[in-house]
């Protein structure tokens, strides 16, 4: 008895420590993780978590890192390969489950997988299911299967309907799924109850089920931007990127202002896909010719809100240079301890990913592995070198990731400062094309909006 309690404990502590180490990855790597109506997550009682699935095993761990609560996932039984991967996968709190594309693997049993769900949930635990089935990175919410709400009904009817189980859809809308430093929002829906289709269920299981997942379906369809057609995507984040503009004012801000903006766009186009289809092709023009334009110009698109004054914008570059040149050291610094981790991961990546959709997930672990590695090698040298005290070697230690992520914002601000200064040179040596270029975003909204 007192083994067994052993081992539970050693479990769970491998959850929370593993948990503690992926969401300082997920967290360096994504600048926001916003999260909406956390009150409904919030809640006690038995939970299922339906969510799309656009970024392979990035989706489960930030799911993990917004829930306060431990999580238990539902992952296909090709990941549990070998006795260590099923050590370290349980001890995450995933249960494996064969898929029919995926045949049948060695060690998983879907009957034995069932059970664990339908005790995770009588014991008032959340389990994590993607009910797409499989991860595709695009703006699309593919068909959902049916596993979710026969697991939902089945549980509530193993307890006489009296477990009081909830479905939560969250949408996860990422801005770009592998791109470091972008943004996430989790939208988190209304809970949703199997209680009316358990008679249903009784005497056509079926058709219970469907119903239910229709509405798993409509739920997360609302809290997701998504398009109807995947070559869309491409055309809508063309749109986005050209009319988004930090310099407008919004009461929505970050990520959510972001998203915003892309669904209203999603939502205009579809318009004008019933509507007035023959305008996609004048909008397709339209967006080629801007983007030529800005990539010629060699400016941001944000900067055609900005009022141009003379004074003000050779003040903020005098003392943009300023700050460049006091931040110097401190780039340089950070650039030392972490450009050889950078480079290596880099590589591998590109070595390694095959899918787009395992971008993200491969660089907060390739990066969780190599930049402690390369922080440990310096700090041993440092004392060699020098013998310092403890609590030097601390400060040494925290110093290099912060001062790598001051050389990654200092660089950002470096190529910022040299778009804005060749605006300034546009608007004094070529105003004229600045204008007509600012009149074309402007046809362009229209187009878009005024239908």
């Known amino acids: ?9 050693k479990v769970v502590m491998l959850y929370y420590i593993l948990r503690l180490i992926v969401s300082i990855g997920i967290r360096l790597f994504y600048k926001q993780i916003r999260v909406k109506n956390r009150e409904y997550l919030d809640e006690k009682g038995p939970k299922i978590i339906i969510a799309n ?69 009588e014991e008032g635990k959340i389990l994590v299911i993607f009910p797409e089935g499989s991860s595709f990175q695009e703006r699309l919410l593919r068909k959902l299967k049916s596993g979710t709400a026969r697991i939902a009904i089945q549980t509530e009817l193993r307890n006489e309907g009296g477990l009081g189980l909830k479905i939560i859809p969250i949408g996860l809308n990422y801005m770009h799924p592998e791109k470091f430093r972008s943004s996430v929002l989790a939208t988190i829906g209304e809970p949703i109850s199997p209680q009316p289709y358990l008679d249903e269920f009784k005497t056509d299981s079926l058709k219970a089920a469907r119903k239910l997942t229709e509405k798993f379906r409509i739920g997360l369809s609302r809290l997701l931007v998504r398009s109807e057609q995947s070559e869309e995507e491409e055309l809508v984040e063309g749109i986005v990127g050209i009319i988004s503009s930090d310099y407008i004012e919004s009461d929505n801000k970050g990520v959510e ?91 591998l990546v590109v070595r390694l990913i095959k899918e787009v959709e395992y971008t993200a997930p491969i660089l907060v672990l390739l990066g969780l592995i190599f930049y402690p590695l390369v922080y440990v090698a310096f700090l041993m040298g440092f004392n060699c070198i020098f013998e310092p005290e403890y609590w030097m070697k601390w400060v040494y230690f925290c110093s290099m990731p912060l001062s790598g992520l001051g050389a990654y914002y200092y660089y950002q601000y470096y190529k910022h400062i040299l778009l804005k200064r060749k605006f300034i040179f546009l608007m004094r040596k070529d105003k004229t094309g600045i204008e007509t270029l600012k009149n074309e975003r402007e046809s362009l909204k229209k187009l878009v909006f005024e239908n």
């Not at 392979?56 to 306060?68: K, P, S, V």
């Open 1 to 9: 008895m007192r083994i067994g309690i052993t081992i539970l404990a």
């Open 257 to 347: 202002h972001d998203v915003e903006i892309m669904r209203s766009v999603f939502d205009q186009m579809n318009l004008i896909r019933i509507s007035h289809p023959w305008k996609i092709n004048e909008i397709k023009m339209l967006v080629e010719s801007i983007n030529w334009q800005i990539e010629n110009l060699n400016i941001k698109a944000d900067f055609l809100d900005r009022k141009y004054r003379s004074r003000m914008f050779k003040r903020q570059l005098v003392q943009s240079f300023f700050f460049l040149i006091i931040g110097c050291p401190v780039f340089f610094y950070g650039l030392i301890h972490n450009f050889v981790q950078f480079k290596v991961t880099d590589l």
């Open 53 to 121: 699935h656009p970024n392979t095993i990035m989706d489960a761990w930030i799911l993990g890192y917004i829930c306060n609560r431990r999580i238990y996932y539902m992952a296909k039984g090709t990941f549990f390969t070998s006795p260590l991967k099923r050590w370290v996968l349980n001890g995450l709190g995933m249960i494996p489950v064969n898929r029919k594309v995926d045949g049948i693997s060695s060690g998983v049993s879907n009957e034995d997988s069932f059970e664990a769900c339908y005790r995770i949930l």
